[in-house]
């Protein structure tokens, strides 16, 4: 890449939109946000605008090129990641979003998929085709949900007049001026609509969930040419080369490239993903099973993880309780403790994740003396994010996979230094955060190169990857087990 060039990274989150500038040593030029508003319209719906999305996206992408046009550089190329399973529905003429997004998060759909579950072979069927569990957190019932809901979109739908698409797919179509309806095999992959195996669109499960063809979009590799930025737009005629969502972008960015690595990502939730090459493997332990990427037609897979609660509960200790000034205020607070005073915390806030996948379970704190202080509960709490980790490995390792030999972290929890160690302890794994701590947007940014040719592959893209710290466990074998049991003693508790 010349001097003068960059590549330019739109980071659709589910609280914020960002754009980020990458230079080919993977650093941060130039960086904008806005944040995002969120809908509660009812129990457990979670809703965005998707038109604030546009205006948002046009935004931070006109700022970053602004501020870069002052230091004399120009976009190569765009490329985007997206927070997934956010269902967008919009009007294939103008492009107009014709309902509320439905976020990932929302649960509504929960009795439709009770009712599909109760149909025999229904789970096994969608679980062989996609890899995923059927479950309201993926698009396909929140698509249908629309449908049923406003019979007038049934009918737009099924004419053609309609376009459906993940976050991505809606921004790719808007920014091209509509020319070019696309989803990347990463997204598609979490629709529940998706035969990962082929990589296209299941007749079967678009017939079982009633959502019409016409409503979907062609699905594309991670890197290659999917259009240019319209004319009027900001980075008018940049070449869009790269498509991926957040959790696979954020594995590209940790150079998670060969099977068996795997990285962890502690934001809001936890998500960790382990890379398994070519093999697609099912879980036999509610994990769920990925595209991670897809480049030249070619398609690696991975299991995936992931855990609701991660951060919030750091930010439930600093803004409900008050335990906490701020975020990075848990580490000296806990660090100095030689253990949690026997309090164990289960974080079920919004229910548990994999590999429990229990919607009902609602949080725990247990072991509580007068001895307890403010501390051992903040010390409980961040230890309750590794304990859940642990968790998942156990269910990949159950599963037959090779265990990681090093587990590679992100987020911003990643920062907490006390964390990781006791991350790398209890889960018996070195630990290694890496310098550039925009993973997500660098994994874009990396398929866009890939799709522009500066890099031939990924494996060259990611060779910059570069370490920040590395963490050896130092914990004794019956010290851990100990700990273990006990979380295992309170995880049963609350699942009861
Ligand atoms: P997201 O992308 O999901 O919005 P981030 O990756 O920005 O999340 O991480 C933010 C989360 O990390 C917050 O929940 C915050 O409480 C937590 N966090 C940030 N810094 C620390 C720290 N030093 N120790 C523990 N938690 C932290």
Known sequence: MADTGYILALDQGTTSTRALAFNAEHKVLAVAQRELKQYYPANGWVEHDAAEIWDASLAVMAEVIGAMEARGMTPMALGITNQRETTILWDRRTGEPVHRAIVWQ???????????????????????????????????????????????????????????????????????????????????????????????????????????????PEIVDNAGAFGVVDEGLPGAGIPITGLIGDQQSAAVGQACIAPGQVKSTYGTGCFVLQNTGEELVYSQNRMLSTVAYRIGGKTA??????????????????????????????????????????VYMVPAFTGLGAPHWRADARGMLSGLTRDTSAAHIVRAGLESVVYQTADLFAALKADGAQPAEIVRVDGGMAANGWFVQYLADICDVPVERPVSVETTALGAALCAGVGIGLWPDLEAATAQWQLDAHYDPAMEAGHRAGLLKGWQAALRQCLA
């Open 301 to 342: 897979y991975a299991m995936e993880g992931s855990i609701f609660n991660a951060g919030t509960v750091v930010q439930w200790f600093r803004d409900q309780l008050g335990l906490i000034q701020s975020a990075p205020d848990s580490e000296a607070l806990v660090a100095g403790l030689s253990d949690s005073g026997g």
């Open 106 to 216: 929302d649960r509504r759909t929960a009795d439709v998929c009770d009712d599909l579950r109760k149909e025999a072979g229904v789970t096994a069927r969608i679980t062989r085709q996609t890899g995923l569990l059927l479950d309201p957190y993926f698009s396909a019932t929140k698509i249908a949900w629309i449908l049923d809901n406003n019979p007038d979109l049934r009918a737009l739908a099924t004419a053609g007049d309609l376009a459906f698409g993940t976050v991505e797919s809606y921004l790719l179509y808007r920014l091209t001026g509509g020319i070019r309806h696309a989803t990347d095999a990463t997204n598609a992959s979490r629709t529940m609509l998706c035969d990962i195996r082929t990589c296209t669109w299941s007749e079967e499960l678009l017939d079982l969930t009633r959502v019409p063809k016409a409503l979907m």
